[in-house]
């Protein structure tokens, strides 16, 4: 049927919350917008007169989308070069969503949307709907087609998933970027034991190249191990600035909502590695190098002011 103008506007007003959603459920900003223009075509089918309550009927047509991406994403994901991490977002990105209480900034962070790929569909379902959204369970069992006690079960088991990373540690703005320039300070310093000094004893270090950049199959481990890496990765080298393109700036900012470096070359992103802190030091570097999940975050930079970076680098 043709839409008429305060079908739009219902749909539109809409939309952050459907992108939000959407990008916890599947960790990919590029898949939450298919994901909500296909739950669109779906709207612009259906009979919208008799839909008591649209926002209702919109998460659950976008829930149960996301539910069909989420199977075939496991199977392509079990065929990925290298290891996996999800799309991120950079400081201000729409699609970050609410952002308000420590629940739903510890939703969209780096490590959680890692680690919830540990969890069933089902599972990441309700403890997006429940965590981030604050859906009560009544509501989210009727999106699933399931009883109230099996989405209580299913919270319980997604929580209990998640609680066994690490919980990082809630740092504003200012923090974060002092984090970033000290790590970088180090880092630059050719010296190992500076960083080690920063690190947990049992911090890693993660790439994802996707197969389309050098990217070790293998995370670091071990705060010597990931130091003398870091070392060698921030060292300037002929063969890393032809890998790039050119010469890297590199920047502090917050992606996900935790303290990051961005690394641009020519206006283009190249790199994104976020850092997980806790009270005892930095515990996990998640870096993504991937072009391909990288063009959103390209497209926010040159959209906003970064000012001048930390470190011209490479």
Same mark, same amino acid.
């Given at each position: 049927?043709?839409?008429?103008?305060?079908?739009?506007?219902?749909?539109?007003?809409?939309?952050?919350?459907?992108?939000?959603?959407?990008?916890?459920?599947?960790?990919?900003?590029?898949?939450?917008?298919?994901?909500?223009?296909?739950? &669109?075509?779906?709207?612009?089918?259906?009979?919208?007169?008799?839909?008591?309550?649209?926002?209702?009927?919109?998460?659950?047509?976008?829930?149960?989308?996301?539910?069909?991406?989420?199977?075939?994403?496991? $199977?392509?994901?079990?065929?990925?070069?290298?290891?996996?991490?999800?799309?991120?977002?950079?400081?201000?990105?729409?699609?970050?969503?609410?952002?308000?209480?420590?629940?739903?900034?510890?939703?969209?962070?780096?490590?959680?949307?890692?680690?919830?790929?540990?969890?069933?569909?089902?599972?990441?379902?309700?403890?997006?709907?429940?965590?981030?959204?604050?859906?009560?369970?009544?509501?989210?069992?009727?999106?699933?087609?399931?009883?109230?006690?099996?989405?209580?079960?299913?919270?319980?088991?997604?929580?209990?998933?998640?609680?066994?990373?690490?919980?990082?540690?809630?740092?504003?703005?200012?923090?974060?970027?002092?984090?970033?320039?000290?790590?970088?300070? $180090?880092?630059?310093?050719?010296?190992?034991?500076?960083?080690?000094?920063?690190?947990?004893?049992?911090?890693?270090?993660?790439?994802?190249?996707?197969?389309?950049?050098?990217?070790?199959?293998?995370?670091?481990?071990?705060?010597?191990?990931?130091?003398? &890496?870091?070392?060698?990765?921030?060292?300037?080298?002929?063969?890393?600035?032809?890998?790039?393109?050119?010469?890297?700036?590199?920047?502090?900012?917050?992606?996900?909502?935790?303290?990051?470096?961005?690394?641009?070359?020519?206006?283009?992103?190249?790199?994104?590695?976020?850092?997980?802190?806790?009270?005892?030091?930095? $515990?996990?570097?998640?870096?993504?190098?991937?072009?391909?999940?990288?063009?959103?975050?390209?497209?926010?930079?040159?959209?906003?002011?970064?000012?001048?970076?930390?470190?011209?680098?490479?």
């Amino acid at each position: 049927m043709a839409l008429t103008r305060t079908h739009m506007d219902r749909f539109e007003a809409s939309m952050p919350r459907l992108e939000a959603i959407a990008y916890r459920l599947l960790g990919s900003a590029s898949d939450a917008e298919d994901a909500v223009q296909d739950t &669109f075509l779906r709207w612009q089918a259906a009979d919208i007169d008799r839909i008591e309550v649209p926002e209702a009927w919109l998460t659950k047509v976008l829930t149960n989308v996301c539910l069909n991406q989420l199977t075939s994403a496991r $199977a392509r994901r079990e065929s990925y070069v290298g290891q996996w991490l999800p799309e991120p977002l950079l400081a201000g990105d729409p699609m970050l969503g609410p952002a308000e209480t420590a629940e739903q900034r510890e939703s969209l962070s780096y490590a959680v949307l890692t680690l919830m790929e540990r969890l069933s569909p089902n599972e990441r379902v309700v403890y997006v709907l429940r965590e981030a959204f604050d859906y009560p369970h009544r509501k989210i069992a009727e999106i699933l087609d399931i009883t109230e006690a099996s989405c209580q079960q299913l919270f319980h088991r997604a929580k209990q998933h998640v609680a066994r990373g690490k919980s990082r540690t809630e740092i504003d703005e200012a923090a974060a970027r002092r984090i970033v320039e000290e790590f970088l300070a $180090a880092a630059t310093s050719g010296q190992t034991e500076p960083l080690v000094r920063l690190l947990t004893s049992d911090a890693i270090a993660i790439g994802d190249g996707g197969g389309k950049v050098p990217a070790r199959t293998k995370p670091f481990e071990g705060a010597l191990a990931v130091a003398k &890496f870091m070392r060698g990765l921030f060292k300037p080298s002929k063969a890393k600035r032809d890998l790039l393109g050119g010469s890297a700036e590199i920047h502090a900012t917050t992606a996900n909502g935790v303290p990051a470096l961005v690394v641009v070359v020519d206006g283009r992103v190249a790199g994104v590695m976020c850092l997980e802190i806790t009270d005892d030091g930095i $515990a996990a570097f998640r870096n993504q190098a991937n072009p391909d999940k990288l063009e959103r975050a390209t497209r926010q930079w040159a959209a906003t002011d970064h000012g001048a970076p930390l470190l011209h680098a490479f």
